[in-house]
Structure formats: structure tokens, C-alpha cells
């Protein structure tokens, strides 16, 4: 959403139109690929860098783990694609959100660009609650990220809404900024701290619960408020 919003920005500011009507489906589609190669660039050398040090963990600490089945089972993570739905093997957990974000993620860019107004006011705020509806219904929290729901992963499709959460609360950030900039400041510092506090003690002073989808909501509000920058902090 930030990069798309640059972009948007640099043509005004070159004096190009703003197309603010739906993009053709094919420059939808390409920007999404251009954004997914460039997360790639930037992400797989650290991604695969991990790999290799629990391939080495592995070899010199777990020799009762045959080195080629480990290979084997690996396969779909080396090219990032464990959370594709191809496969329920997963041998690095702390780097699953990398894949279902990615994966969400182009889906995500190629909505913003192929019907940005629509997205952020219809189709995100449907499936976020949606997607967190069926999730609390089914799995009661936000740590059960393995295993099929309909037709791809949880941790896709909790991938998914949480990019639309943030889409949706950096579209009204956006959009409200000029009018509280410079406003308000004490408001948003005493909220920017009590949002934080409270996130942090769900993260590590109470147990997974439905507190998990207060907490991915509150992120959204604070992340917008500092991104606006309209705090004291």
C-alpha cells in the first residue's frame, strides 16, 4: 500500500494523471509480480542463509535425521512455498510467515492496483472480518497456522486479513492526515503508549486467545497513528 501510494505520488508530482478508475488486469498483474521480485531480492539471501544454518544444525546435532530426507522434506521452504498448500511438511517454523505473507501479499498488491478504491473500502474490511470470523470460530486464536482451510493454509489466509487490516488503517491514515496533523498531539501519544502496553502484555502476559484478534486490530491503529507522526514520541 505504501509503495503504491509513492508511486501515485511521483506522478503528481511529475504532472501525470492520477488514474484513480480500476487498472487493466495484465498492469495489475505485473505490478504485483515486480513486487513479489523485489521482496524476493531482499528477503532470500537472509531466507536461505537460515537454512543453512539449521542444515548444519542438523548434520552435526540430529544424525538419526537422514540428511536426504530432510532434503527431501525441505524442498517446498527453499523455494518458499510451504505455506502454498503443497505441502504439510514445514521443517523451519520461526520463517513460515515469510511464505503466506509473500503469498498474501501478491494477491493483495494486485487488488490495490487493479481496483484501489474498491479494495480498501469493500474488499478488504469484508474478508479481514470474514477471515478472522471463521478463524476465532475454528481455531479459537492466531497460533494454529498449519493445515488446510478451504482451499489454502491458515497461515495464508491469516496472512491475508492482517494485510488488510493494515491496508485499511494506512488508507484512512492517508486520507485523515492533513486534517490532524499538528492536531491532538497528547490524545495520540497517551494512545500510541496504551496500545503498545496493551499489545505487549497479550504478546507475553496472557495466553493465546480471541485476545489475539483485539491485539492484530489495536496494531492497525497504532500503526497508522505513527506513521502520521502526530504524537510526541
Known amino acids: 500500500m505504501h509503495k503504491y501510494y509513492r508511486e501515485q505520488e511521483k506522478k503528481t508530482?511529475?504532472?501525470?494523471?492520477?488514474?484513480?478508475?480500476?487498472?487493466?488486469?495484465?498492469?495489475?498483474?505485473?505490478?504485483?509480480?515486480?513486487?513479489?521480485?523485489?521482496?524476493?531480492?531482499?528477503?532470500?539471501?537472509?531466507?536461505?542463509?537460515?537454512?543453512?544454518?539449521?542444515?548444519?544444525?542438523?548434520?552435526?546435532f540430529v544424525p538419526y535425521e537422514p540428511l536426504l530426507v530432510f532434503a527431501k522434506n525441505a524442498f517446498w521452504e527453499v523455494?518458499?512455498?510451504q505455506d502454498s498448500g503443497i505441502s504439510d511438511?514445514?521443517?523451519?517454523?520461526?520463517?513460515?510467515?515469510?511464505?503466506?505473507?509473500?503469498?498474501?501479499?501478491?494477491?493483495?498488491?494486485?487488488?490495490?492496483?487493479?481496483?484501489?478504491?474498491?479494495?480498501?473500502?469493500?474488499?478488504?474490511?469484508?474478508?479481514?472480518?470474514?477471515?478472522?470470523?471463521?478463524?476465532?470460530?475454528?481455531?479459537?486464536?492466531?497460533?494454529?497456522?498449519?493445515?488446510?482451510?478451504?482451499?489454502?493454509?491458515?497461515?495464508?489466509?491469516?496472512?491475508?486479513a492482517e494485510i488488510c487490516i493494515g491496508c485499511i488503517f494506512y488508507e484512512l491514515y492517508y486520507n485523515w492526515k492533513p486534517y490532524f496533523e499538528g492536531r491532538f498531539r497528547l490524545f495520540f501519544t497517551v494512545l500510541e503508549i496504551a496500545v503498545y502496553g496493551t499489545v505487549l502484555y497479550f504478546m507475553f502476559g496472557s495466553a493465546h486467545s480471541t485476545d489475539d484478534f483485539i491485539a492484530v486490530v489495536l496494531m492497525g491503529i497504532v500503526i497508522a497513528s505513527t506513521f502520521a507522526g502526530n504524537s510526541y514520541l
Not at 520463517?95 to 493483495?108: E, K, P
Not at 476465532?136 to 494454529?144: A, N, Q, R, S, W
Open 89 to 160: 511438511v514445514i521443517i523451519n517454523p520461526p520463517i513460515w510467515y515469510i511464505s503466506a505473507m509473500l503469498i498474501a501479499g501478491f494477491f493483495a498488491y494486485y487488488l490495490v492496483n487493479r481496483c484501489h478504491k474498491q479494495f480498501s473500502y469493500i474488499i478488504a474490511p469484508l474478508c479481514s472480518i470474514g477471515i478472522f470470523c471463521y478463524i476465532g470460530h475454528v481455531k479459537g486464536d492466531l497460533m494454529t497456522i498449519q493445515g488446510i482451510s478451504t482451499f489454502t493454509t491458515n497461515g495464508v489466509l491469516r496472512a491475508f
Open 13 to 60: 508530482q511529475m504532472g501525470l494523471s492520477v488514474d484513480t478508475k480500476q487498472t487493466k488486469g495484465e498492469e495489475a498483474a505485473e505490478a504485483a509480480l515486480g513486487f513479489l521480485k523485489s521482496k524476493l531480492a531482499r528477503l532470500y539471501p537472509h531466507y536461505i542463509f537460515s537454512f543453512l544454518v539449521l542444515f548444519a544444525y542438523t548434520a552435526i
Open 79 to 81: 523455494l518458499m512455498l
